[in-house]
């Protein structure tokens, strides 16, 4: 996974400073790493919140000078929210909310990239499908008796 990420380019720097840091801690602290729960590693998600970061600091539109943000808020039943917090360089509304749906639009295309999903709530039509898809799977074994 770090591979992969690491040839990302507004990921590359991140990747590699970050497993520099994270390795001299586990050897600093005399870690054993061969038990993935044991010491620091890098996590998908927070990756992600980097990318995050590092794209919205690299979008044309997004304002150099004030707040950037990308962080976790409360999880929930729903999953584990993020917040982005950032200022558009343009102030018309109607453009502020182009720009905001472009940068939703890309982060809704990576997430996959980083081993995440996005929630949302099933619908009927979801439903439907379980329920006819278990419906095929009795009528195959029912079948084959």
Known sequence: MLQRFGKFELLASYIRMRQNEVALYNTEHNIDTSEVINGRRLTNLGTFRAYLKAF????????PDLTLMVRHLAPTESGLPLEIYAFSEDKVWVNYEEIQADIFDHILAVIPEFGLRVFQNPSGSDFSRVIDAAAVRRSKRAGNH
Not at 56 to 63: E, S, T
């Open 56 to 63: 919205l600091a690299h979008h044309r539109m997004i304002h």
